[in-house]
């Protein structure tokens, strides 16, 4: 037997038909008569763009040439070793139809029960079959599942009012179709449900005419078959194919409403677009449930992406068709995709996870080794407690554990701090960050059994006692370091007598010393202390006395004051202050009272709250300075009595009078003795208490003789020189800008000839000066060129004015560098760098809405900060920065 006839003999088996397992029983005839006449319909659609038809499929494909011809158009391609053209006798048909079989096995289609010989002897009802396989692979899609299930599953999604069942019997009254046309095209046929059931084959008739006429879906199916309660499955699959095959009308109107779900996204298929699982986990965030999706190329994380995605639709009730594997196939066939995605089409909205639970916490701050509590509310009856989960950040990056406690309406956690630092606690539901998320929660030392009573300010020379109550901790634990102010430390030897301890150290040199008390080689609670020291033999009070006036200092919202410069630049103006007490630069004290200044210094990093207040005082001139601790709201008040004693300079002195002003929401004090005509210059400085959360950065300058750090009323110098009186003074001498003119005066009764002043910059050279005369009054202006110190000399008959040369620094507020700040979210801290490290000397101020904002700086090192604020309200913010009085440009 030759070849062609073994290849029929092994195919062939009397029991497959197309329409094996139909649910039509008894009318054999009326089915096969149907789907005889769509299938060779469907033939024809495709063998017309070769100029070939097929009239009869039990006669026309009995050479096989027809055949060839229609599987080279589905394949594109031509079917090798080529097939005979004009076969002459029986065996060349037999060669023909072989050659087909194998092309149709050659791309993946299982035959069964056909062979050549069946396609010879014309076989109708295996014929059939064999168009059925070509129907599902080249029209339908190959897929693993039936495509009856898929098909069927996609109707059911975009006709959820038809309630479709099956191929047959749901079609025949042309209801179900003219739904489907008003699906594919919304308004199309939108009074389908208006249309009379009974008028079945006029309903068909119509639908499939605009179907033809709209779409070009061609009428493989005839009105009458379609509406012939005989209708077999595989004919009414056949033509309903047509509205879901690829770039089908039905097709596009799924994809076109998955990507109106799709913000950030535009697909264009339901195959690869689909393989990583990043659309499906996005439609169905968009729907109100939530699935993470992780970006990657790997097939094994595309899984997952899909699992997580399918899980989220299961929230949503839309269960899936096919698995997370398979979807995440290169190879995936495009009709269950498009079904799984058509089924969330009806699904409402849901509200967002992260929308139904809020979680809130009482405080801010809390203690290392303290459990700490936060509230869960459920604001929806949807959600479920398993879902919930929370974890906190610690500062050095480790995560916490968090004990959930909760209900149907809620409930409450509890974390405990290991590490000193801020702690950001975060909620999720269904891993969303719900309402109130993150907190940011600092945690603060524990509260240490050693406290200090702190110390007043003393005498250089002086013997100093640290006292430090134990309440009960354990001896040979304490120690105590002094830190003078150019960076000496000397150790304090520590005794104990009844639970109390005492060190000793004698300061050698004034300014502001910083005693350190460790327990255990940590420093207790508000450590490390302030000790001011002054020097009593450099001052001198002379002139006419003066009468202060009482002053009330009131709490109200000023910037906290912090120092900025490097150590060195500190130390150097330390020691020029320094060496220009030692010169004995003659002082006005304006101070009946030798009053008693307290300034309250806030934390770098959180709010304090100091109510001072200050009564008259007579007594020595002291200054007393209360320093909060670092990282702990303070509640510090510090009361001045009245306290009579003599001035240990000889006789008192009357002040001038003072009186709060409020300056930019600040109120600063004002002498009205501040006037070039007047024989005392003071430098109005603020004299009112931090209790803001707004921020200051100051330096310390070596302005003359003086300390800006350590008076609130800077005094001008008044001096003498032999026998003529010369008083400098203005603003020149302390804080100058670049590049902008300078002035200060000298009260003299010297002619301008005999008058010589020299500026010298940082870079040694010698500034430009011009002298102008008014009365006994000489205006000296210059501008200064770059940042850094100038030094100022000035002499009059060639005599070196006492007190020169001066020393102002010139600063440049356009030179501070402040990062962009970013848009911030409620309850979040906003946090932005500045760098100061080419401005030079002076004050930064940050007020963030005039102060109503809570704000932070953190230093950083070499002149850079971190600021931050954290908004309580979604509105704009205003943040407004300026250097020495100068807005800092393009930063408000």
Known sequence: MNRSSQVGLVARSPEGHAAHGMQIKGHETSWVEIQAHTFRNWVNEHLRNVGLEVLDLTKDFQDGTKLCALLEVLQGRQIKPPWIRKPANQHQCLENAASALRAIADDGIKLVNIGNVDIINGNLKLILGLIWSLIVRYQIGRSKFP???????????????????????????GIHLSALLDYCEPGLFSHWRHLDPHDSVSNCRRAMEVARSRFNIPMVLEPEYLASPFLDELSGMTYLSYFMKENSPGFKSTLRWVNSQLPDKHISNFTSDWNDGSVLCSLVNSLGASAKCLPSSDPIVWESNL????????????????????????????????????????????????????????????????????????????????????????????????????????????????????????????EEMVKGSPIHIRAMPELSNITYTGMEPCAVGSIVEVLVNSNGARSGLIEVIASSPTGRQLDCPVHEQDGVYSATFQPDEPGEWSIAVRHSGELIQGGPFTCFVFDPNGVKVCGTPVKLADVLLQKIRSPFPLRVGTREQIKAERLSEKYSSDRHTERVISNNYHNSVTRVTSPLLDRVSSPVNLTRVSSPVNLTRVTSPLLDRVNSPVNLTRVNSSSPLGSPLRSPTYRNSPVNGHYRGTSPLHSPSSPLGFHNSNTSIDTSSNVRVSTMLSNLSQRRDSWDALVKTQTTVNEIDAEVSGDALHLIPVRRSASFYINSDAPLSQVTVTVTSPSKISLPVKLTKTGKQILVYFTASEIGEHVIDIKINDMRVHGAPFRSHAYNANAIKVDRIPNGVVGQAVEFEIDGSGAGSGNLEILVNGGHVTSFVRNLGSQRFLASFVPHEAVTHLVEMKFNGDSIPGRT
């Open 307 to 430: 699992n997580a995605g399918i899980t989220g639709g299961r929230k949503l009730g839309v269960e899936p068709i096919l698995r997370a594997k398979d979807m995440a196939d290169a190879n995936v066939e495009h009709l269950g995709v498009m079904a799984y995605a058509a089924n969330f089409q009806w699904i409402p909205p849901r509200t967002s996870p992260s929308l139904t639970v809020a979680v809130s916490c009482d405080t801010h701050t809390t203690r290392i080794h303290v459990p700490t509590n936060f509230k869960i509310d459920f604001l929806s009856d949807d959600v479920d407690p398993r879902a919930v989960t929370a974890e906190v950040l610690g500062p050095e990056g480790e995560r916490i554990k968090c004990q959930l406690t909760l209900g149907a309406n809620g409930g409450r956690g509890t974390f405990t701090a290991m590490h000193v630092g801020m702690h950001q606690l975060s909620v999720y539901n269904e």
């Open 147 to 173: 495509p009856r299930k898929l098909m069927l599953a996609w109707l059911k999604a975009v006709l959820p009012e038809c309630r479709v069942s099956n191929f047959t019997t749901d079609w025949n009254s």
